[in-house]
């Protein structure tokens, strides 16, 4: 476990807090965690089994579950490598997910919309005009953001260094439009940190200085999205859906430019975007009515 990244751990803790309260009634400590991992293999997998369904029987989303599950996992499979348990939940099986069911989002024009609501002549303006920016025209996810520093953008090459979603500790370069570099060095430029190991975007209240989260990107989203008068949830990775679709649009379908864009592992996830994009089921009934 010690090397996912600050993120994930966190959000494991919450899962495996969760887990003790509901098959225990109290929160995990040493003594605890030691009690269920000495547990015999039977015991513990039925343990288990029912805390899923438990979860099922919430009607939680699959991914919930499984991300639940995959907590539980995770600290066995840490205690098992180290000798602490001799066996694993390997056996149980995850929930099935059937991936980007929704890849909707909002078109440009509405994006057009959100744009115009930082005041620009303002910090907070500044820096959350130079997120909108990035976040629409390169598709990032809002961790991707969180982590980066003033050192990862080099606005001479205008490029940003980011640590992608599943790529471990290497950074890659992303290419950015001279709109967004200049939206970024406006408010670099404003802020004047001379210290390039810190966050590229940061909290301005009420402890100013601090990395902005990948939470605090989704509030500020949020907020621009319901100033702008726009109806449907907005998150950061609703503008990233929106941003893929819209390239699919610009581009004709070219799901392998678009890939360089948006960096899925696989081409299957763009088809995805584009079946849902060109309504492609829709297309097909419509095409059966017609031949009865």
Same mark, same amino acid.
């Given at each position: 476990m010690g090397k996912r990244n600050k993120s994930t751990r966190h959000e494991y803790a919450k899962d495996l807090k969760n887990f003790f309260m509901t098959v225990c009634g109290q929160k995990p400590t040493p003594v605890l965690v030691a009690q269920f991992l000495q547990m015999d293999r039977f015991s513990a997998v039925t343990l288990v089994l029912r805390y899923k369904a438990t979860l099922v029987d919430r009607e939680l989303k699959e991914a919930t579950v499984n991300r639940r599950l995959a907590a539980i996992k995770a600290l066995v499979n840490y205690a098992y490598g180290v000798g602490k348990c001799d066996w694993t939940l390997a056996d149980i099986k995850c929930e099935k997910v059937k991936p980007y069911r929704d890849t909707t989002g909002i078109g440009p024009e509405a994006f057009k919309k959100m744009l115009a609501v930082p005041d620009r002549d303002t910090l907070k303006g500044k820096r959350d005009y130079a997120l909108l920016r990035l976040l629409w025209a390169n598709a990032l996810r809002r961790e991707e953001v969180s982590r980066c520093n003033i050192e990862d953008l080099d606005l001479e090459a205008r490029t940003l260094a980011i640590l992608g979603k599943g790529r471990g500790t290497q950074k890659e370069n992303i290419d950015l439009h001279h709109k967004t570099c200049a939206a970024l060095q406006d408010w670099l430029l404003a802020r004047s940190e001379l210290d390039i190991k810190q966050p590229l975007f940061i909290s301005l209240r009420p402890r100013y200085g601090h990395r902005l989260t990948g939470d605090g990107i989704r509030k500020i989203v949020v907020e621009i /999205?319901?100033? /702008?008068?726009? #109806?449907?949830?907005? #998150?950061?990775h609703k503008i990233r859906h929106s941003s893929v679709t819209a390239a699919l649009d610009a581009s004709k379908g070219d799901v392998r430019s678009v890939?360089?864009?948006?960096?899925? /592992? #696989?081409l299957n996830t763009l088809m995805i975007y584009d079946d849902n994009r060109t309504k492609a089921q829709g297309r097909i009934t419509a095409l059966l009515e017609d031949l009865v």
């Open positions: /999205a319901s100033v /702008a008068g726009i #109806s449907k949830t907005i #998150s950061p890939q360089k864009l948006s960096r899925h /592992a #696989s």
